[in-house]
């Protein structure tokens, strides 16, 4: 049975820091992708194609609704409501755009914005959506927003239109910034709880982000978050045969983690503690990171997730060879006790 918190009034969180937030893995692969060869290149030149900053704006400017006090009034509430919570004066403009895609995005360069899907905006309760934009608003605090730019891009890109010696030039560069950008969604995950601080609203997100479910579609029974918690606690520990390797290799080009990863995560980081800690007022302040936070600390945390998960992959991968080899032992047996019969 999981139990979740009940929510609890919205505190203010004034002058905290991204780093308060962030996962180290996040981090550390943020700083491998800026000291891979060739990405300076890459993303000036993508930056030029689309026309720089003003390019990219209009790119939503003319095909999207800017919201304000008289378009979506209250979507746009709840953006200025999560801007306070987190003492951020700087308020980014905010579009919703008509796809059926569900997602949103955090995009720029000097002068970030945020994009809401209209199938987001359709699929989400009201608590879902306040958890929504602030999930994208820790993006742009964490100066994600070029990035992820970039990295949608070229998740966008067919590798095979490009030249061939183009193309083995941008893959690691493509590579890089997918595994960048799928960290960063566990950085803005954590974002999200500590805007809308209802975890309950959070894992039902997620829910509807896997199963696409229309809250005005669905009946009282149809979607519920014990068995969905259940299947991501299946999903995580599910070792057999060549399931790790498929596990790594269908979440290789896509920008984001599984649903029910990201909720695991955020589950395992309210229980680590650290949530309640910065609600209650332990969180770094902006302007004293490097005091409060220094580098050498997250490289630290860093590389002790990337050890945890390269040891743990190598314990799953060990624990489905020996597994293999033993039922292709029991079949050996079994085939030579029928043919000596």
Not at 90 to 119: C, K, M
Not at 249 to 259: A, D, E, G, I, R
Request: aromatic share 8%; hydrophobic share 45%.
């Amino acid at each position: 049975m999981i139990t979740l918190p009940a929510p609890r009034p919205r505190v203010a969180l004034p002058d905290i820091a991204p780093v308060s937030w962030e996962h180290p893995a996040d981090r550390a692969a943020l700083q491998a992708l800026r000291a891979l060869p060739g990405v300076d290149q890459v993303i000036r030149k993508i930056l030029a194609i689309l026309g720089g900053e003003r390019g990219i704006r209009l790119l939503f400017q003319g095909n999207a609704v800017r919201c304000g006090p008289t378009q979506f009034p209250r979507l746009w509430g709840m953006h200025l409501e999560n801007c306070t919570t987190f003492g951020w004066e700087r308020v980014p403009e905010l579009y919703v755009t008509q796809t059926p895609v569900f997602n949103a995005g955090a995009y720029g360069v000097d002068d970030p914005f945020i994009v809401i899907h209209s199938s987001a905006f359709e699929l989400l309760d009201e608590d879902e959506q306040r958890g929504l934009l602030a999930h994208e608003l820790g993006h742009v605090i964490s100066g994600h927003a070029v990035y992820t730019t970039i990295a949608a891009i070229l998740a966008m890109v067919s590798l095979g239109a490009l030249p061939f010696p183009l193309e083995l030039v941008v893959l690691p560069v493509r590579l890089a910034f997918l595994e960048w950008s799928r960290k960063s969604e566990l950085s803005a995950d954590r974002a999200e709880l500590l805007g809308s601080q209802d975890l309950a609203a959070s894992m039902r997100m997620f829910m509807k982000m896997a199963g696409g479910a229309n809250t005005a579609n669905v009946r009282p029974g149809d979607l519920n978050l014990e068995p969905f918690m259940q299947q991501a606690n299946e999903y995580a520990t599910q070792h057999d045969g060549f399931d790790v390797i498929y596990k790594l290799l269908n979440t290789l080009v896509v920008t984001h983690p599984m649903h029910v990863v990201r909720a695991g995560a955020v589950q395992q980081w309210v229980q680590s503690g650290a949530y309640d800690r910065i609600l209650n007022g332990e969180y770094v302040r902006r302007g004293s990171e490097a005091d409060d936070r220094p580098l050498r600390d997250d490289m630290r945390d860093a590389a002790a997730h990337y050890r945890s998960e390269f040891n743990a992959f190598a314990d799953q991968l060990k624990t489905a060879a020996k597994r293999a080899a033993e039922r292709a032992r029991a079949a050996f047996n079994d085939a030579r006790t029928k043919g000596a019969a």
